[in-house]
Nanobody, 123 residues
Framework: QVQLVESGGGLVQAGGSLRLSCAASGRTFSNYAMGWFRQAPGKEREFVASISRSGGSTDYAGSVKGRFTISRDNAKNTVYLQMNSLKPEDTAVYYC????????????????WGQGTQVTVSS
């Protein structure tokens, strides 16, 4: 019922920055908390960041805290992930997702997923 489309991925040097966007359609965007997850080849999909419906609360994985910032613009039905000081270990496919929960780092709580955007960080 909710369609999510990520964009903004690409190739960047270590220490550089990227801003990912996730555009939502199909349902009222502000009814959902949103999250970003990532998955490297051969590894489990892992939590990166989440944001509440209003944007008043956020949560981050310890590996990205202080470097990444999640935000949302409900007027544009879009959630963002600003990624600074990128490291090679940040290389993965990044997915945005929507949940009816208030705020969650558990991928089992997320009902809708985008198709992902590739982020590659070179040494």
């Amino acid at each position: 019922q909710v369609q999510l489309v990520e964009s903004g991925g690409g190739l960047v040097q270590a220490g550089g920055s990227l801003r990912l966007s996730c555009a939502a359609s199909g349902r009222t965007f502000s009814n959902y908390a949103m999250g970003w997850f990532r998955q490297a080849p051969g590894k489990e999909r892992e939590f990166v960041a989440s944001i509440s419906r209003s944007g008043g609360s956020t949560d981050y994985a310890g590996s990205v805290k202080g470097r990444f910032t999640i935000s949302r613009d409900n007027a544009k039905n879009t959630v963002y992930l600003q990624m600074n000081s990128l490291k090679p270990e940040d290389t993965a496919v990044y997915y945005c997702a929507a949940t009816a929960y208030m705020l969650s780092n558990n991928r089992e709580h997320y009902d809708y997923w985008g198709q992902g955007t590739q982020v590659t960080v070179s040494s």
